[in-house]
Protein backbone atom coordinates (compact mmCIF):
# COMPACT_ATOMS: atom_id res chain seq x y z
CA UNK A 1 0.00 0.00 0.00
CA UNK A 2 1.42 3.62 -0.65
CA UNK A 3 1.49 4.37 3.11
CA UNK A 4 4.45 1.92 3.55
CA UNK A 5 6.16 3.02 0.55
CA UNK A 6 9.43 4.98 1.39
CA UNK A 7 9.03 9.01 1.54
CA UNK A 8 10.45 11.56 -0.78
CA UNK A 9 14.31 12.65 0.50
CA UNK A 10 13.55 15.96 -0.40
CA UNK A 11 10.61 18.31 -0.01
CA UNK A 12 11.74 20.00 -3.55
CA UNK A 13 9.17 19.35 -6.12
CA UNK A 14 10.02 17.37 -8.94
CA UNK A 15 6.61 18.35 -10.85
CA UNK A 16 5.33 21.82 -10.31
CA UNK A 17 1.89 23.29 -12.06
CA UNK A 18 0.28 26.48 -10.96
CA UNK A 19 -2.63 28.24 -12.40
CA UNK A 20 -2.83 26.05 -15.89
CA UNK A 21 -5.72 26.81 -18.31
CA UNK A 22 -6.30 25.29 -21.66
CA UNK A 23 -8.95 26.59 -23.88
CA UNK A 24 -10.06 24.80 -26.77
CA UNK A 25 -11.32 27.12 -29.59
CA UNK A 26 -10.61 29.26 -32.32
CA UNK A 27 -11.00 31.81 -29.77
CA UNK A 28 -9.40 30.99 -26.96
CA UNK A 29 -7.20 34.43 -26.11
CA UNK A 30 -10.80 36.09 -26.22
CA UNK A 31 -12.29 33.83 -24.26
CA UNK A 32 -9.87 33.46 -21.44
CA UNK A 33 -9.29 37.27 -21.74
CA UNK A 34 -13.25 37.39 -20.36
CA UNK A 35 -12.88 34.31 -17.79
CA UNK A 36 -10.85 36.34 -16.43
CA UNK A 37 -12.00 39.40 -16.04
CA UNK A 38 -15.39 39.03 -15.92
CA UNK A 39 -15.71 35.15 -14.47
CA UNK A 40 -17.99 33.55 -16.96
CA UNK A 41 -18.84 29.96 -16.94
CA UNK A 42 -17.73 26.98 -18.87
CA UNK A 43 -21.36 27.23 -20.70
CA UNK A 44 -20.84 30.67 -21.53
CA UNK A 45 -17.57 30.70 -22.90
CA UNK A 46 -18.71 27.89 -25.21
CA UNK A 47 -22.47 29.80 -26.26
CA UNK A 48 -20.46 33.29 -26.53
CA UNK A 49 -17.30 32.17 -28.13
CA UNK A 50 -17.46 28.71 -29.29
CA UNK A 51 -14.59 27.65 -26.98
CA UNK A 52 -14.09 24.86 -24.33
CA UNK A 53 -12.55 25.14 -20.89
CA UNK A 54 -10.28 21.77 -21.15
CA UNK A 55 -8.61 22.88 -17.65
CA UNK A 56 -9.19 25.97 -14.88
CA UNK A 57 -6.81 27.24 -12.87
CA UNK A 58 -4.71 24.18 -11.80
CA UNK A 59 -2.24 24.39 -9.47
CA UNK A 60 -0.47 21.02 -8.15
CA UNK A 61 3.30 19.48 -7.21
CA UNK A 62 4.12 16.00 -7.06
CA UNK A 63 7.33 14.94 -5.16
CA UNK A 64 10.27 12.83 -6.35
CA UNK A 65 9.28 9.39 -6.27
CA UNK A 66 5.54 10.02 -5.44
CA UNK A 67 3.04 8.39 -7.43
CA UNK A 68 -0.06 11.02 -7.96
CA UNK A 69 -3.02 10.32 -9.17
CA UNK A 70 -5.60 12.50 -11.21
CA UNK A 71 -8.69 11.38 -11.67
CA UNK A 72 -12.42 12.23 -12.62
CA UNK A 73 -15.51 11.74 -14.42
CA UNK A 74 -14.93 11.73 -18.57
CA UNK A 75 -14.56 15.15 -19.48
CA UNK A 76 -13.24 16.51 -16.41
CA UNK A 77 -9.78 17.54 -17.95
CA UNK A 78 -7.61 15.12 -16.37
CA UNK A 79 -6.07 13.60 -19.79
CA UNK A 80 -6.06 17.24 -21.18
CA UNK A 81 -4.14 18.36 -17.38
CA UNK A 82 -1.21 15.49 -18.23
CA UNK A 83 -0.52 16.40 -21.79
CA UNK A 84 0.41 19.86 -20.60
CA UNK A 85 3.28 18.47 -18.37
CA UNK A 86 5.59 17.72 -21.54
CA UNK A 87 3.66 20.03 -23.92
CA UNK A 88 2.30 17.29 -25.97
CA UNK A 89 -0.64 20.26 -25.42
CA UNK A 90 0.45 23.69 -24.84
CA UNK A 91 -1.25 25.67 -22.06
CA UNK A 92 -3.60 28.70 -22.77
CA UNK A 93 -2.17 30.23 -19.65
CA UNK A 94 0.04 29.19 -16.55
CA UNK A 95 3.51 27.43 -15.52
CA UNK A 96 5.57 24.42 -15.76
CA UNK A 97 8.07 23.42 -13.96
CA UNK A 98 10.03 19.67 -14.18
CA UNK A 99 12.56 19.33 -11.56
CA UNK A 100 13.53 23.17 -11.69
CA UNK A 101 13.15 23.78 -15.49
CA UNK A 102 10.83 25.86 -17.16
CA UNK A 103 9.06 23.51 -19.69
CA UNK A 104 7.03 26.54 -20.97
CA UNK A 105 10.39 28.45 -22.16
CA UNK A 106 11.82 25.07 -24.31
CA UNK A 107 12.01 25.69 -27.88
CA UNK A 108 11.25 22.80 -30.25
CA UNK A 109 14.60 21.30 -30.38
CA UNK A 110 15.25 21.89 -26.63
CA UNK A 111 11.24 20.47 -25.88
CA UNK A 112 12.39 17.69 -27.99
CA UNK A 113 15.56 16.43 -26.41
CA UNK A 114 13.38 17.05 -22.55
CA UNK A 115 10.89 14.43 -23.93
CA UNK A 116 13.36 11.95 -25.02
CA UNK A 117 15.67 12.09 -22.05
CA UNK A 118 13.47 13.31 -19.28
CA UNK A 119 9.76 11.83 -19.54
CA UNK A 120 7.77 9.04 -21.03
CA UNK A 121 4.06 8.11 -21.22
CA UNK A 122 2.35 5.08 -21.47
CA UNK A 123 -0.87 5.40 -23.00
CA UNK A 124 -3.98 2.96 -22.79
CA UNK A 125 -3.93 2.19 -26.13
CA UNK A 126 -0.47 0.36 -25.84
CA UNK A 127 0.90 2.34 -29.16
CA UNK A 128 3.28 0.44 -30.17
CA UNK A 129 4.68 -0.11 -33.57
CA UNK A 130 2.88 -3.34 -35.49
CA UNK A 131 5.44 -3.53 -38.30
CA UNK A 132 8.93 -3.74 -34.98
CA UNK A 133 9.19 -6.79 -32.74
CA UNK A 134 8.70 -6.24 -29.19
CA UNK A 135 12.38 -5.18 -28.70
CA UNK A 136 12.48 -3.14 -31.34
CA UNK A 137 9.78 -1.34 -29.63
CA UNK A 138 11.18 -1.20 -26.21
CA UNK A 139 14.56 0.15 -27.97
CA UNK A 140 12.33 3.06 -29.75
CA UNK A 141 13.06 5.76 -27.76
CA UNK A 142 17.17 4.82 -27.30
CA UNK A 143 17.28 4.39 -31.16
CA UNK A 144 15.85 8.12 -31.48
CA UNK A 145 18.42 9.22 -29.10
CA UNK A 146 20.67 7.38 -30.98
CA UNK A 147 22.43 5.05 -28.86
CA UNK A 148 24.22 2.15 -30.64
CA UNK A 149 21.94 -1.02 -31.91
CA UNK A 150 23.99 -3.72 -29.47
CA UNK A 151 23.71 -1.00 -26.51
CA UNK A 152 19.66 -0.48 -27.01
CA UNK A 153 19.06 -4.04 -27.46
CA UNK A 154 20.60 -5.19 -24.30
CA UNK A 155 18.93 -2.03 -22.14
CA UNK A 156 15.51 -3.40 -24.26
CA UNK A 157 16.39 -6.80 -22.91
CA UNK A 158 16.78 -5.97 -18.97
CA UNK A 159 13.24 -3.77 -19.21
CA UNK A 160 11.97 -7.05 -20.75
CA UNK A 161 13.13 -9.10 -17.96
CA UNK A 162 11.92 -6.31 -15.49
CA UNK A 163 8.52 -6.42 -16.78
CA UNK A 164 8.88 -10.33 -16.99
CA UNK A 165 8.33 -11.34 -20.50
CA UNK A 166 11.87 -12.77 -20.89
CA UNK A 167 11.46 -14.84 -24.20
CA UNK A 168 9.06 -12.48 -26.43
CA UNK A 169 11.41 -10.10 -27.61
CA UNK A 170 11.02 -11.25 -31.09
CA UNK A 171 7.45 -11.77 -31.54
CA UNK A 172 5.39 -9.07 -32.52
CA UNK A 173 2.65 -6.53 -30.82
CA UNK A 174 -0.48 -8.68 -32.74
CA UNK A 175 1.13 -12.10 -31.14
CA UNK A 176 0.54 -10.66 -27.77
CA UNK A 177 -2.05 -10.15 -24.83
CA UNK A 178 -3.58 -6.98 -24.48
CA UNK A 179 -1.90 -7.27 -20.84
CA UNK A 180 1.64 -8.04 -22.08
CA UNK A 181 1.38 -5.57 -24.69
CA UNK A 182 0.91 -3.25 -21.97
CA UNK A 183 3.95 -4.20 -19.99
CA UNK A 184 5.75 -3.85 -23.46
CA UNK A 185 4.28 0.12 -23.26
CA UNK A 186 5.41 0.39 -19.53
CA UNK A 187 8.97 -1.65 -20.58
CA UNK A 188 9.74 0.96 -23.05
CA UNK A 189 9.03 3.99 -21.14
CA UNK A 190 11.58 2.58 -18.57
CA UNK A 191 14.22 2.07 -21.03
CA UNK A 192 15.04 5.47 -21.80
CA UNK A 193 15.58 5.73 -17.38
CA UNK A 194 13.25 8.71 -17.86
CA UNK A 195 12.98 11.21 -14.89
CA UNK A 196 9.40 11.18 -14.86
CA UNK A 197 6.07 8.89 -15.92
CA UNK A 198 3.58 10.10 -17.29
CA UNK A 199 0.71 7.11 -17.33
CA UNK A 200 -2.78 7.81 -18.85
CA UNK A 201 -5.39 5.15 -17.58
CA UNK A 202 -3.14 2.52 -18.73
CA UNK A 203 -4.54 -0.23 -17.15
CA UNK A 204 -8.41 0.65 -17.90
CA UNK A 205 -8.92 -1.44 -21.01
CA UNK A 206 -7.73 -4.29 -19.52
CA UNK A 207 -9.63 -7.44 -17.54
CA UNK A 208 -9.81 -6.74 -13.87
CA UNK A 209 -7.57 -9.72 -13.27
CA UNK A 210 -5.11 -8.93 -15.40
CA UNK A 211 -5.43 -4.58 -14.63
CA UNK A 212 -4.61 -5.88 -10.81
CA UNK A 213 -1.60 -7.61 -11.59
CA UNK A 214 -0.35 -4.97 -13.43
CA UNK A 215 -0.83 -2.76 -10.86
CA UNK A 216 1.22 -5.14 -8.49
CA UNK A 217 4.02 -5.08 -10.96
CA UNK A 218 3.21 -1.42 -11.43
CA UNK A 219 3.92 -0.46 -7.56
CA UNK A 220 7.07 -3.16 -7.46
CA UNK A 221 8.92 -1.24 -10.28
CA UNK A 222 7.85 2.27 -8.63
CA UNK A 223 9.22 0.89 -5.24
CA UNK A 224 12.14 -0.02 -6.56
CA UNK A 225 12.96 2.59 -9.24
CA UNK A 226 11.72 5.75 -7.67
CA UNK A 227 10.09 7.15 -10.45
CA UNK A 228 7.89 10.55 -10.19
CA UNK A 229 4.72 9.41 -11.59
CA UNK A 230 1.76 11.22 -12.76
CA UNK A 231 -1.18 8.38 -13.42
CA UNK A 232 -4.48 9.15 -14.71
CA UNK A 233 -7.59 7.19 -13.83
CA UNK A 234 -11.20 7.18 -13.64
CA UNK A 235 -10.93 4.15 -11.17
CA UNK A 236 -10.91 5.23 -7.40
CA UNK A 237 -10.28 1.79 -6.13
CA UNK A 238 -7.29 1.62 -8.34
CA UNK A 239 -6.32 5.39 -7.25
CA UNK A 240 -6.55 4.77 -3.65
CA UNK A 241 -4.67 1.30 -4.13
CA UNK A 242 -1.09 3.05 -5.89
CA UNK A 243 -1.49 6.83 -5.25
CA UNK A 244 0.54 8.67 -2.75
CA UNK A 245 -1.43 11.96 -3.24
CA UNK A 246 -5.21 11.82 -5.30
CA UNK A 247 -6.44 14.62 -7.12
CA UNK A 248 -9.99 14.80 -7.87
CA UNK A 249 -11.20 17.04 -10.87
CA UNK A 250 -14.41 18.14 -12.14
CA UNK A 251 -15.64 20.22 -15.10
CA UNK A 252 -11.27 21.23 -15.98
CA UNK A 253 -10.53 22.09 -12.08
CA UNK A 254 -8.88 20.43 -9.26
CA UNK A 255 -11.58 20.04 -6.35
CA UNK A 256 -9.40 18.28 -4.14
CA UNK A 257 -6.08 16.90 -3.67
CA UNK A 258 -4.64 14.70 -0.28
CA UNK A 259 -3.85 11.92 0.48
CA UNK A 260 -6.14 8.67 -0.32
CA UNK A 261 -6.79 8.23 3.43
CA UNK A 262 -7.82 12.00 3.91
CA UNK A 263 -9.83 12.15 0.60
CA UNK A 264 -11.71 9.32 2.02
CA UNK A 265 -12.09 10.35 5.30
CA UNK A 266 -12.59 14.18 4.81
CA UNK A 267 -14.07 15.08 1.08
CA UNK A 268 -14.20 18.79 0.44
CA UNK A 269 -17.40 18.47 -0.89
CA UNK A 270 -20.33 16.65 -1.67
CA UNK A 271 -19.03 16.01 -5.12
CA UNK A 272 -16.29 14.35 -3.68
CA UNK A 273 -18.14 12.66 -0.79
CA UNK A 274 -19.99 10.83 -3.67
CA UNK A 275 -17.14 10.01 -5.62
CA UNK A 276 -15.53 8.23 -2.25
CA UNK A 277 -19.06 6.82 -1.25
CA UNK A 278 -18.46 3.30 -2.30
CA UNK A 279 -14.93 2.90 -0.81
CA UNK A 280 -13.97 0.39 1.85
CA UNK A 281 -12.33 2.30 4.62
CA UNK A 282 -10.76 -0.94 5.98
CA UNK A 283 -7.75 -0.47 3.49
CA UNK A 284 -7.13 3.15 3.23
CA UNK A 285 -7.68 4.43 6.45
CA UNK A 286 -4.10 3.82 8.93
CA UNK A 287 -3.84 4.34 12.41
CA UNK A 288 -2.31 7.26 12.66
CA UNK A 289 -5.61 8.88 12.01
CA UNK A 290 -7.91 6.95 14.01
CA UNK A 291 -5.50 7.58 17.07
CA UNK A 292 -6.26 9.42 19.70
CA UNK A 293 -3.04 11.09 22.44
CA UNK A 294 -2.02 9.19 25.19
CA UNK A 295 -2.35 11.87 27.23
CA UNK A 296 -5.83 12.50 26.34
CA UNK A 297 -6.54 8.79 27.06
CA UNK A 298 -5.64 8.52 30.74
CA UNK A 299 -6.81 11.38 31.56
CA UNK A 300 -10.33 9.48 30.67
CA UNK A 301 -8.89 6.33 31.52
CA UNK A 302 -6.14 5.90 34.10
CA UNK A 303 -2.32 5.52 33.49
CA UNK A 304 -1.91 2.86 30.45
CA UNK A 305 -0.20 -0.40 31.21
CA UNK A 306 2.29 -1.48 29.46
CA UNK A 307 1.19 -4.68 28.73
CA UNK A 308 -0.77 -3.29 25.82
CA UNK A 309 -0.96 -4.84 22.62
CA UNK A 310 0.89 -2.82 19.70
CA UNK A 311 0.21 -2.07 16.13
CA UNK A 312 2.04 0.35 13.81
CA UNK A 313 0.96 3.69 12.71
CA UNK A 314 0.91 2.86 9.14
CA UNK A 315 -1.89 -0.26 10.02
CA UNK A 316 -4.49 -0.63 8.00
CA UNK A 317 -7.66 -0.14 9.84
CA UNK A 318 -8.86 -4.14 9.11
CA UNK A 319 -5.23 -5.04 10.46
CA UNK A 320 -6.88 -2.39 13.76
CA UNK A 321 -9.86 -4.61 14.25
CA UNK A 322 -7.77 -8.42 14.18
CA UNK A 323 -5.86 -7.18 16.50
CA UNK A 324 -8.57 -5.73 18.82
CA UNK A 325 -10.87 -8.93 18.52
CA UNK A 326 -11.14 -10.56 21.48
CA UNK A 327 -8.77 -7.78 23.76
CA UNK A 328 -9.94 -5.48 26.42
CA UNK A 329 -7.17 -2.99 26.26
CA UNK A 330 -6.54 -0.31 23.65
CA UNK A 331 -3.87 -1.13 21.06
CA UNK A 332 -0.80 1.06 21.41
CA UNK A 333 0.13 2.91 18.11
CA UNK A 334 4.04 3.10 17.77
CA UNK A 335 6.43 4.27 15.00
CA UNK A 336 8.92 2.39 13.22
CA UNK A 337 11.37 2.98 16.00
CA UNK A 338 9.04 1.16 18.70
CA UNK A 339 8.38 4.74 20.04
CA UNK A 340 4.54 5.39 21.69
CA UNK A 341 2.56 7.84 19.61
CA UNK A 342 -1.21 7.25 20.58
CA UNK A 343 -3.53 4.76 21.27
CA UNK A 344 -6.90 3.56 19.69
CA UNK A 345 -9.79 1.90 21.50
CA UNK A 346 -12.38 -0.16 20.66
CA UNK A 347 -14.98 2.71 19.89
CA UNK A 348 -12.54 4.40 17.99
CA UNK A 349 -12.83 1.81 15.54
CA UNK A 350 -16.33 1.09 15.73
CA UNK A 351 -17.04 4.95 15.26
CA UNK A 352 -14.74 4.79 12.02
CA UNK A 353 -16.55 1.86 10.47
CA UNK A 354 -19.93 3.07 11.09
CA UNK A 355 -19.27 6.64 9.26
CA UNK A 356 -17.27 5.19 6.57
CA UNK A 357 -20.95 3.12 6.39
CA UNK A 358 -23.05 6.33 6.66
CA UNK A 359 -21.18 7.93 3.38
Given at each position: ?286 AHAVMRGIAEFEREHGALGGDCPQCREDDALSALISAAIGQDKPLVVVDHSGARLGVVTTAD ?11
Amino acid sequence: MPASRAKPETDEAAIRVANAWKIFGAREREAFARIRSGGISKQEALEKYNCVIGVADVSFEVLPGQIYCVMGLSGSGKSTLVRHINRLLEPTDGSIHVNGLDVMQLEPKALQEFRNRHIAMVFQNFALMPHRSVLDNIAMPLEIRGVSKNRRLQIAEQNLEMVDLSGWGNKFAHELSGGMQQRIGLARALASDPDILLMDEPFSALDPLIRRQLQNQFMALSERMHKTTVFITHDLDEAVRIGDRIAIMRDGRLIQEDTPENIVMRPADSYVADFVAGISRLKVVRAHAVMRGIAEFEREHGALGGDCPQCREDDALSALISAAIGQDKPLVVVDHSGARLGVVTTADLLQTVIEGAET
